[in-house]
């Protein structure tokens, strides 16, 4: 696992690490010393801790005009034993909500497991950015992680599989996927609407 590194082909656009607004602003990261374990694998040491004992993150990009942030992870998310959400919720996306973001692209094709436990955190996020025309998207989820969610029925929460699962995301840039997701949620709701 400590090959597996963040995307990084944006970071001629965006830098979290650079970004006064990101609650990862100042961080300083050793490419050398690999310190940071999920269990008992190192991970690279660009992933961002965030209060979690098995799940990181990275903001890959925010776009503080269009209001939405894209998320890549790492690990295992465990609400059963650790409240992964909470700390998700409140370390990294309040503060990106009290700047303005309310759209988040969660990309997941590295979230091994999943432990769910009960869906508030969840239910208070959807309303929180529902209320602002917001979203939460999970991009390549593993079809055992997303059976995983739809036990703990995070779908009524969170957009996940279907073409979601199979988005190919890496050839382009930000707002282009940005774009394309906001058509995807469009065209659900038209067809909802049926």
Known sequence: MHDIEPFYLWRDDYIAAEDERS???GRIYDEFVFTQKIYNYFIHPQWDEF??????TKILFADYDHGFAILEFIGEWNDCL??????????????????????????CENVLNFH????????????ETTDEEGWVVLLNVMSHVSDEMKETRL??????DGGFNEFNWRPHKPVHIFKMIEMMLNNQQKRLAY
């Open 51 to 56: 209060g979690s004992q098995t799940l990181y």
């Open 116 to 127: 769910g436990s009960d869906d508030c955190y969840y239910e208070e996020l959807s309303e």
């Open 23 to 25: 609650p990862f602003y």
């Open 82 to 107: 650790y409240n992964d959400i909470m700390y998700l919720k409140q370390e990294v996306l309040e503060p990106l909500m009290e700047e303005g973001i309310f759209k988040f692209i969660f990309i």
């Open 155 to 160: 779908h009524h929460f969170l957009h996940f």
